[in-house]
């Protein structure tokens, strides 16, 4: 079974099941049937729904039982039984069918019209009679009031053959060269007849006499049609007392009221093709139109298309299963096409099971290719490296490109693409990340994509003329979006296109172009500090996500994360701790500062031992420092003069405070160190050694 939308209507194949390549040979195709669960487990609605080579013509019997099909070959005719899902009889001709009716109910009465002008009457045993008329036929219908057949071909006559009586009447002589289609109205019994000149006739069976007369090819001949290509009539149905369809050789269809000379609705297949078959669905008031390519199902008030089915093989006739939305189609293919649409109507009661079938596979949805295999392109097999398989059994040549077996693709692409899941899960990531930022403050951009046509747009939006106000919209609009992102849409300077549309980019000058850049930077730095000053209160969240951002979404998934993110808030409310804590320590030591300037003078003390305060020399160059000490320990070597000095330079102790500060740094991350048991040192050669040093 296969599924195909178009136009949005479930279409389900029932004929086709796994699609399997046609070059495959006959003992591959028993071994995947044997091997295969899908192909064994695909539906065949009815058993041996085929032909040898095609089928010509379908119909099925006035009590819905039957099911009737004409093929080569051999020529033969096939009856299916509905009831049983399977094939009736078969039986063989000495020449092809053209045409054939049923005559009774069932399958008891046939009557078949060969090419080589002879007529096969058939009962329910076999063959009955047969008999040859005078002209090739290409049509018969059966009347059933007055059980006469009337037979119409390359002539300009119509036969008549009463099956009562069994023998020839006096033949309806119309005005055309030769006639293509006849159809019999069920309510009021007219017959009409389509004929070579795009003309249809009416004859009343009872009268024996022509009623009237249509010309559909006035509405279908365009200004430019000859003569020659006047359209004829090639299908003919009618829908109750008043309505009919007409099918022409160009793929019109002209719907009728029998009391107006003029189509109230054309219908245009676009094609070209002979229209070879029209239907009407009472219940859903549609209309089935086949050509030889296409199966076009539409509105029979306004014409509108509702679906349609294109041909794999040429169509070549169809029959609607009657208050249902089944229908069966002989094509050029060994296997007739049957194709069921749910919104059309139910399933028949023969097959009343697709209706539950099919509601469960209405989520699904499936694709119409080759299942095990895959269709690459010259430019992917170059990419996967296989392209010295060209000419080989596991590329198959097909169009522009190549099958090849789905296993064998999946292992050069993994092969070839080894990362190529993890890029893809990593830009989803970044996907989202964007998405869920799309709520905060939006800082207006240069694009990197044609900046010279955005520079122009925003140029324009500063401008108040009305006639600009509708050109700035492009850069907010969605439908230009790609426009300024997309690379594939940037503009080539050094095409010829290009150099034509110069002027219409060139209005905006260097200068203007500065300006706009300047403003924009001023409007970034702006939004910026907005949005700084916004995620002050929030600086906790913002910069654990910054810590912790990683593309990899595997690392996420591993429980050391929490902890890591634990102790990252600890640090973060410790650092705020201590930076209270040192604003409080500056203010005490400023207060220590102010009140150590006072000094109390005791009595009975003596300065006898007291030093002057040592100036700072901080701030003095080494020069100056060298200069003021006593000795400078300066040696002279060398008959040149060379120089040699030496110093030693303090080392400037720590004061309290900072002892202080630094025992409780190291009291607060004490926790965090790891333990250093896996270390251990070992000694050779002199040197030292850490071999086991774990991060």
Not at 613 to 628: E, F, H, P, V
Request: net charge positive; with cysteine; hydrophobic share 30%.
């Amino acid at each position: 079974m296969q599924v195909s939308c178009p136009n949005d209507v479930k279409i389900y194949n029932l004929s086709a099941g796994k699609s399997l390549p046609e070059w495959l040979s006959e003992r591959k195709r028993r071994s995947l049937l044997k091997k295969n669960v899908d192909i064994r487990r695909r539906i065949e609605l009815i058993q041996d729904f085929d032909m040898p080579g095609i089928s010509t013509s379908i119909n099925v019997s006035k009590d819905g039982q039957y099911i009737l099909a004409t093929g080569i070959y051999k020529p033969r005719v096939k009856c299916f039984d509905v009831k049983n899902l399977s094939l009736k009889f078969e039986r063989c001709f000495d020449s092809e069918v053209v045409a054939f009716d049923i005559l009774s109910d069932d399958y008891s009465k046939l009557v078949f019209l060969h090419c080589d002008r002879s007529i096969e009457f058939h009962v329910a045993h076999g063959k009955y009679y047969r008999l040859r008329v005078p002209r090739f036929g290409r049509d018969i219908k059966y009347h059933y009031p007055s059980c006469d057949l009337f037979v119409v071909g390359d002539s300009n006559e119509i036969y008549r053959i009463n099956l009562e009586r069994g023998q020839f009447l006096q033949s309806f002589l119309t005005e055309s060269m030769s006639i293509n289609k006849c159809e019999i109205n069920p309510s009021h019994h007219l017959l009409t007849v389509g004929t070579q000149e795009g003309k249809i006739e009416a004859w009343d069976p009872r009268t024996r006499s022509k009623v009237g007369t249509l010309d559909c090819a006035l509405y279908c001949v365009g200004q430019d049609n000859k003569l020659e290509t006047v359209p004829a009539i090639t299908s003919l149905k009618f829908q109750g007392g008043l309505t009919f369809g007409v099918g022409t050789s160009t793929g019109q269809i002209l719907l009728y009221d029998i009391r107006s000379s003029k189509p109230f609705l054309i219908k245009d297949h676009m094609y070209g093709l002979p229209i070879k078959n029209i239907e009407f669905h009472q219940k859903m008031d549609m209309i089935y139109s086949m050509d030889s390519s296409i199966v076009k199902i539409w509105d029979r008030n306004n014409g509108k298309l509702y679906t349609s089915i294109e041909a794999q093989n040429d169509f070549n006739d169809m029959c609607i299963i009657p208050n249902t939305g089944m229908f069966v189609i002989a094509n050029e293919n060994t296997k007739m096409q049957t194709y069921y649409i749910p919104s059309l109507g139910p399933a028949p009661y023969w097959c009343s099971f697709l209706d539950n079938l099919t509601e469960e596979l209405e989520e699904l949805n499936y694709e119409t290719i080759y299942d095990d295999y895959k269709f690459v392109t010259e430019k992917e097999l170059d990419e996967l490296g296989l392209s010295h398989l060209k000419g080989t059994k596991l590329l198959r040549a097909y169009m522009h490109g190549y099958f090849m077996d789905i296993r064998l693709y999946r292992k050069a692409r993994d092969v070839m693409k080894p990362f190529e899941f993890e890029v893809y899960k990593k830009k989803r990531i970044q996907q989202k990340i964007q998405e869920t930022c799309g709520s905060r403050v939006q800082i207006q951009k240069l694009p990197s994509v044609n900046k010279e046509l955005a520079f122009k747009l925003m140029d324009d939006e500063t401008n108040i003329k009305k006639k600009k106000k509708s050109a700035s919209n492009l850069l907010k609009d969605d439908r230009f979006k790609a426009l300024f992102s997309n690379p594939d849409f940037q503009v080539d300077k050094n095409s010829e296109e290009y150099s034509l549309l110069n002027p219409v980019i060139s209005q905006l000058d260097k200068s203007k172009a500065r300006k706009l850049k300047l403003r924009i930077a001023e409007e970034e730095s702006r939004q910026k500090m907005e949005i700084d000053r916004d995620n002050e209160e929030n600086q906790d969240n913002s910069s654990d996500e910054s810590f912790i951002h990683d593309d990899s979404s595997s690392d996420d998934e591993k429980p050391w994360v929490k902890e890591v993110k634990r102790q990252y808030r600890l640090i973060k409310k410790i650092g705020k701790q201590d930076e209270e804590e040192d604003e409080s320590v500056k203010s005490n030591d400023q207060n220590l500062e102010n009140h150590s300037r006072l000094f109390e003078i005791k009595d009975h003390v003596e300065f006898k031992d007291a030093k002057p305060i040592a100036k700072k020399q901080n701030k003095a160059s080494l020069g100056d420092r060298l200069k003021n000490q006593e000795a400078h320990n300066v040696t002279v070597s060398g008959l040149r003069g060379n120089r040699e000095m030496t110093f030693i330079i303090g080392k400037k102790k720590q004061s309290g405070r900072a002892k202080l500060q630094v025992k409780r740094h190291g009291k607060d991350y004490k926790h965090l160190l790891r333990p250093a048991g896996n270390l251990y040192r070992k000694k050779r050669n002199g040197d030292l050694l850490f071999p086991n040093i774990l991060y």
